[in-house]
């Protein structure tokens, strides 16, 4: 009898033990909320429920952990991009630098502009005068050189605005997005217009995305006997709308389940993401908050500052095809990690 | 004092079992020789020391795991590239085929000569005529009709001296390998002259690789407002001597610790391995075994047979630079896994 009173309060002991474990557990879930930085609201919703269908065994838009591939564009999706590429900001500045051993560069436009500091005739740069400085700043040197250069730059270039460094620029709300696809076993992939020599010196410590998994446009390069591989003045990839699509199935052999983007240079991407079969999921960040961030369109009546531009035709499209817009104003809590 | 014995005979079987157990796990250790597939030899030695020098942590040596990557070519490396290459087979049958809604082929060389079946003239093709068969027989179509008509040729497709499918013809003991290195950390990669949309259909099945660690030569494609890739008569790489090189710091970003091959078109792919940092692995297949594989040359005296050559000067070259040649006969106990 005393044994078995002895038994009954461990039973109660044993059950208080164990509702306040599931106390705990529960509150743990409650607190682990995988896009914290987010307010509640239809984007929000979406990512979480392209999440769950997907991941979900017996779901039947359930995707296999070897198909699940998350893209995103950089620029303007992943970081800021006002008021330039921060790549753009990296070539004007190594043409100024290169001007010093290469003067005739002086008399050259596109060069002669850049090194001027004319900002006028800078305005008015077309595609091909960008491939133009990007092919003198970025060619002529090996992978290695360029990466030493790219990582010097980077380390001590400040943004205009917030004097911080551009990789502290990233949005902490995308950065959420990125780690709960891969908690959930998603591959994740940087897809941009940027260069992919570029982009792979800092994307593994700001995304935590190593450098096979970085997609970019791309130079040409050569194998040299010393066993360097040098940097060529030729375009092997333009990694932008159709590009993008193409690129993707080059670097990983079918389409992604998840894209993100901002802008009519990553409508392909979206669309062959949307192509697939099963549950998935295109976004695009709309900048509509100039207070915290920027402000441009010319989508919903916004600026069109071009660096980046969103037309109302874009948004429209969004709409169409069921592509979720982000706005920033309304949909994430804090923009960047270092916002209260 | 009972008490006592009890615990003394309690330790005595604890021991026992203790011991028991010791000799299991010893014996468990011994038998998982992770090459099993190969005899004892310079060869298994230098896979099994690179893995050890390069996974022990403090080892001087070490290689993070984001950086552990290795490269196999695939024809005449992981499986049977004689009497001719799996995709060249592929390619003349798949030429016949179009002829017949494309009669037009039966008049122009070199497809004629593969319509006509005339050996003479096809043992003279150049690789520009190789690259001709390859744009006809692999562009017009999207990205997965092609899929579709390789899925459906490898399925069927039989080797003219096993009578088994091609995919069956897979050396063991480098499927050992690759799974070693995989067990350890290491990301492995196919880097083959062969075309990427071709492999990426089995190298998943055949080795454990999914399609974005499939760097091949590669057609440009071209993105449909449909949503399809369709594939393009026009070269985008030519995964081949420096274009491996250049390929897998397209793809990956950085040098293959570690670097499989068996031609002089591999060459440039294993330099580009050893350039790097820290402990690396080069090696060749020499196929030398004409009883349970095939035996070619020109090295050592063996018959030049012209597909998957091995020169002596890349077997000097080899000895100069301290890669290791796998010899097929002295090396591998088995070469296929339906091999006793």
Redesign the interface.
């Known amino acids: 009898m005393r044994f078995a009173r002895v038994l009954f309060l461990s039973s109660r002991a044993a059950a208080f033990a164990l509702s306040a474990l599931l106390l705990v557990g529960f509150h743990a879930h409650a607190q682990t909320d995988p896009l914290p930085s987010w307010n509640d609201g239809p984007a929000k919703k979406a990512i979480v429920d392209f999440v769950q269908t997907t991941t979900t065994q017996g779901s039947p838009k359930f995707v296999p952990p070897?198909e699940r591939?998350a893209t995103f564009d950089e620029d303007g999706t992943m970081w800021v991009e006002h008021p330039m590429y921060t790549e753009i900001m990296f070539t004007l500045e190594r043409v100024v630098e290169l001007s010093r051993t290469h003067p005739e560069l002086k008399d050259q436009p596109p060069y002669s502009a850049v090194i001027a500091g004319d900002r006028e005739a800078m305005s008015k740069f077309t595609e091909t005068d960008l491939l133009k400085l990007v092919a003198v700043t970025h060619a002529g040197v090996s992978?290695d050189e360029f990466a030493a250069a790219v990582k010097a730059w980077i380390a001590k270039a400040k943004h205009p605005r917030w004097k911080r460094p551009y990789t502290d620029l990233t949005y902490a709300p995308m950065q959420e997005v990125m780690r709960y696809l891969r908690d959930n076993g998603y591959?994740t992939y940087i897809v941009s217009g940027g260069t992919?020599p570029f982009m792979?010196v800092f994307t593994?410590a700001v995304y935590g995305i190593?450098?096979?998994q970085?997609i970019g446009t791309?130079l040409?390069?050569?194998?040299t006997p010393s066993?360097?591989?040098m940097l060529e003045p030729k375009l092997?990839l333009n990694n932008n709308?159709?590009?993008k699509?193409?690129d993707i199935?080059?670097?990983?052999?079918?389409r992604p389940q998840a894209a993100f983007g901002n802008t009519p240079g990553d409508a392909?991407m979206l669309?062959?993401s949307?192509?697939g079969p099963g549950a998935t999921l295109q976004m695009l960040v709309l900048h509509d908050d100039a207070e915290r961030e920027f402000a441009y369109g010319p989508a919903q009546g916004l600026p069109d500052t071009k660096v980046g531009a969103f037309p109302q035709s874009l948004y429209d499209d969004a709409k169409k095809n069921g592509w979720t817009v982000i706005s920033i104003k309304n949909d994430w809590k804090r923009v960047f990690s270092f916002d209260q």
């Open positions: 070897t591939v992978t591959k992919q792979r593994e190593t450098a096979d970085v791309a040409a390069t050569k194998f066993g360097a591989l092997l709308n159709g590009g699509a193409e199935y080059l670097f990983i052999g079918h392909e669309a062959y949307q192509g």
